[in-house]
T-cell receptor, first 112, second 114 residues
Framework: GQQLNQSPQSMFIQEGEDVSMNCTSS?????WLWYKQEPGEGPVLLIALYKAGELTSNGRLTAQFGITRKDSFLNISASIPSDVGIYFCAGQYELITGKLIFGQGTTLQVKP | DTGVSQNPRHKITKRGQNVTFRCDPI?????LYWYRQTLGQGPEFLTYFQNEAQLEKSRLLSDRFSAERPKGSFSTLEIQRTEQGDSAMYLC????????????FGSGTRLTVV
């Protein structure tokens, strides 16, 4: 079935460092989204991307929708301890249903 | 409105027992989704409703699973004859029509089958 490959699987960084993670797919998506999940909670939407080549920022977060529509990346600048969590990419290829396909997640740990 | 509400937050059950989870979506959202998340993985789509109509079911939703959304408001997900492989976080989400910007997840129900 449809799968998204997300990398890296985990990251352990120093506070203040920049972080980059990406997601690739064998299929084209119409929408890419990035979510953050903290322990015991549901995913929270960070950024939504709707057009190929689109670059969108949300505070210290920047995400891009790949030109081929098969990939996306998320950058976090100047990381802080509260950035800790699991980051998921998600693709939507069925506009009618709104159904999402999620990547396996990138676990981020930030050392103060 | 405090968002998508799911109950219970945690459920431990013995193998073979039936369990039912409830989801209360954001009141003005007419779409409701169920996802399952196992440890170390991203959420996987199970099914979704447009108002009271169940419009799509994943092949992950075996015949032991049934979901309902009477009157297009809250939804229930029932698992009959639970198996250890059913242990997972069950997430509910809601949105308005086809827009994913308003795709709001609840905190989930953690099911452990012993």
């Amino acid at each position: 079935g449809q799968q998204l490959n997300q990398s890296p699987q985990s990251m352990f960084i120093q506070e203040g460092e920049d972080v980059s993670m990406n997601c690739t797919s064998s299929s084209i998506f119409n929408t890419w989204l990035w979510y953050k999940q903290e322990p015991g909670e549901g995913p929270v939407l960070l950024i939504a991307l709707y057009k190929a080549g689109e670059l969108t920022s949300n505070g210290r977060l920047t995400a891009q929708f790949g030109i081929t529509r098969k990939d996306s990346f998320l950058n976090i600048s100047a990381s802080i301890p509260s950035d800790v969590g699991i980051y998921f990419c998600a693709g939507q290829y069925e506009l009618i249903t709104g159904k999402l396909i999620f990547g396996q997640g990138t676990t981020l740990q930030v050392k103060p | 409105d405090t968002g998508v509400s799911q109950n219970p937050r945690h459920k431990i059950t013995k193998r073979g027992q039936n369990v039912t989870f409830r989801c209360d979506p954001i009141s003005e959202h007419n779409r409701l989704y169920w996802y399952r998340q196992t440890l170390g993985q991203g959420p996987e789509f199970l099914t979704y409703f447009q108002n009271e109509a169940q419009l799509e079911k994943s092949r992950l939703l075996s015949d032991r699973f049934s979901a309902e959304r009477p009157k297009g408001s809250f939804s229930t997900l029932e698992i009959q004859r639970t198996e250890q492989g059913d242990s997972a976080m069950y997430l509910c989400a809601s949105s308005q029509d086809t827009g994913t910007v308003g795709y709001t997840f609840g905190s989930g129900t953690r099911l452990t089958v012993v």
